[in-house]
């Protein structure tokens, strides 16, 4: 598959717990970008990480990536019920080219 | 700023008409990107922009779909005609090329009878 691979595919945690989700993908990347949806709205951008990047904070937000593993993980601190949505990695390939090629998503349910 | 705008929010219509979806981007946004959301195919690149030029549109399905972008602040995807396989959310996004990360409009849900 072209896209990257999410996984979990559904995540379900309480309040104040931490969440952790994951993306692989198999070609070179310029950079990796992480999406959050609300149910029925469209995508908001999280993070953008470069490709010689490997850590990137914002807020309770923290995205590693390991470019040798091809793989970068979106974890999210201190959750809270309004973090519920679905969460997306999306990579966009070297070569100048501004396709970006979105995984399945994580759907992430934080309970009260 | 209004952020991307996409009209109409909903539409539901019949096999065989003619559908055609509008997207203004944001001001400044050189980019264009026209994306198609399913539960089973999930988020697909149809075709993107730059300076109003068509660069890929590898990802347009069949012939039956068309989009067009005559100025900056105005695009169009038509599908002509339609079929109930082209039931989805069918997003608009724009960025600023090198910029980070696109901005997504709210879709338009297009259900096909």
């Known amino acids: 598959s072209q896209q990257g691979e999410e996984d979990p595919q559904a995540l379900s945690i309480q309040e104040g717990e931490n969440a952790t989700m994951n993306c692989s993908y198999k070609?070179?990347?310029?950079?990796l970008q992480w999406y959050r949806q609300n149910s029925g709205r469209g995508l908001v951008h999280l993070i953008l990480?470069?490709?010689?990047?490997r850590e990137k904070h914002s807020g309770r937000l923290r995205v590693t990536l390991d470019t040798s593993k091809k793989s970068s993980s979106l974890l999210i601190t201190a959750s809270r019920a309004a973090d519920t949505a679905s969460y997306f990695c999306?990579?966009?390939?070297?070569?100048?080219?501004?396709?970006?090629?979105f995984g399945k998503g994580t759907k992430l349910t934080v309970n009260p | 700023d209004a952020g991307v705008i996409q009209s109409p929010r909903h539409e539901v219509t019949e096999m065989g008409q003619e559908v055609t979806l509008r997207c203004k981007p944001i001001?400044?946004?050189?980019?264009l990107f026209w994306y198609r959301q399913t539960m089973m195919r999930g988020l697909e690149l149809l075709i993107y922009?730059?300076?109003?030029?068509?660069?890929?549109d590898s990802g347009m399905p069949e012939d039956r779909f068309s989009a067009k972008m005559p100025n900056a602040s105005f695009s169009t995807l038509k599908i002509q005609p339609s079929e109930p396989r082209d039931s989805a959310v069918y997003f608009c996004?724009?960025?600023?090329?090198?910029?980070?990360?696109?901005?997504f409009g709210p879709g338009t849900r297009l259900t096909v009878l």
């Open positions: 996004a724009s960025s600023f090329r090198g910029g980070q990360g696109r901005f």
């Open positions: 070609t070179s990347i310029n950079n």
């Open positions: 990480i470069r490709s010689n990047e």
């Open positions: 999306a990579r966009e390939t070297q070569g100048g080219s501004e396709k970006l090629v």
């Open positions: 001001s400044g946004h050189n980019s």
């Open positions: 922009f730059n300076n109003n030029v068509p660069i890929d």
